[in-house]
């Protein structure tokens, strides 16, 4: 399985997720890598089974306007029949920008690897197990 892990990160929790993330999909076996949105390069998607993507609550439940939605939006064709798993962190919204975000994603046509994982500012220990288990989800 080749799989992108792709991530904006303002402070650097969401990168640290992102960061579990391919380690637990390359202890899976897949051939994974590490992007941010602005580092990859649209033109490969099609070429990738699965996508990990990460992106922390913004503006007002939002995800992040400048680099990360219009990647996202820009990605979203190539997304069908991959399976793909959501992750990043937030601070007081208590989650609700995932869950905009899911609702966003999953009603179209990508296969929903697993739970997403959030974590309120830095990941705990904890979170980075569930970040790890997130990457293997996503590359079976
Ligand atoms: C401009 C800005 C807007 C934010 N908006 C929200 C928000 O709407 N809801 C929320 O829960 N956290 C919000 N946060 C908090 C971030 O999501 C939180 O600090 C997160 O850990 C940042 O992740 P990062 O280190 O990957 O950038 C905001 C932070 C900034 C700087």
């Known amino acids: 399985m080749k799989i992108a892990v792709i991530y904006w990160s303002g402070t650097g929790n969401t ?20 992007f941010t949105c602005s580092d990859f390069n649209l033109a490969t ?3 990738f089974d699965g996508f990990a993507l990460g992106c922390p609550a913004m503006g007002a439940e939002e995800l992040e306007d400048s680099e990360f939605l219009p990647f996202y939006n820009d990605l979203k064709s190539s997304l ?9 962190s937030y601070g007081w919204g208590g989650g609700e920008w995932m869950k ?6 999953f009603t179209g046509a990508p296969v929903k ?19 790890k288990e997130l990457g293997a989800a996503v590359s079976k």
């Not at 637990?24 to 897949?30: F, I, P, V």
């Not at 069908?80 to 990043?88: Q, R, T, Y």
């Not at 905009?100 to 994603?105: H, K």
């Open 113 to 131: 690897a697993c739970e997403s994982v959030i974590s309120e500012e830095a990941p705990s220990d904890d979170v980075l197990a569930q970040c």
């Open 80 to 88: 069908a029949g991959k399976k793909v798993a959501l992750f990043g």
């Open 15 to 34: 990168e640290a997720m992102a960061n579990a993330v391919l380690e637990g999909a390359k202890d899976a076996g897949a051939d994974a890598q590490l």
């Open 45 to 47: 998607a099609d070429s």
């Open 100 to 105: 905009l975000w899911e609702a966003d994603c």
